[in-house]
């Protein structure tokens, strides 16, 4: 099975940068759609964005676009999510998954359920 690992949050200020970083072991990050996923308090686990395992297809909610970027590192089997531009709203605990895309439909990229495989999370806190 896969396991994977998130690391880089902290504490920024508004308009500050973070990059996180997912690394996988059990599996190669190039053979899943990995997705990052953040979770406020008290809130529901809500879709960020996406890498397919095609290295060609990325995705991101609006909120996020242009601020923040995905990119694999296949040498090191990590996938990376660097924000910018950090808003007090980016407060939460993110999360790193992994969707085998033998099932997985891009079109629904944002469905937790199509990912197996889940990180321990981060924290990301952003002070105003």
């Known amino acids: 099975q896969v396991q994977l690992v998130e690391s880089g949050g902290g504490l920024v200020r508004a308009g500050g940068s973070l990059t996180l970083s997912c690394a996988a072991s059990?599996?190669?990050?190039?053979?899943?759609?990995v997705g990052w996923f953040r979770q406020a308090p008290g809130k529901e686990r809500d879709f960020v964005g996406a890498?397919?395992?095609?290295?060609?297809?990325?995705h991101y909610i609006d909120s996020v676009k242009g601020r923040f970027t995905i990119a694999r590192d296949n040498a090191k089997n990590t996938v990376y999510l660097q924000m910018n531009s950090l808003k007090p709203e980016d407060t939460a605990v993110y999360y790193c998954a992994a969707g085998a895309p033998d099932s997985f439909y891009y079109d629904s990229s944002d469905y937790p359920g199509q990912y197996e495989y889940w990180g321990q999370g981060t924290q990301v806190s952003v002070s105003s």
């Open positions: 890498i397919m395992w095609s290295d060609d297809n990325i």
């Open positions: 059990g599996g190669t990050v190039s053979s899943y759609a």
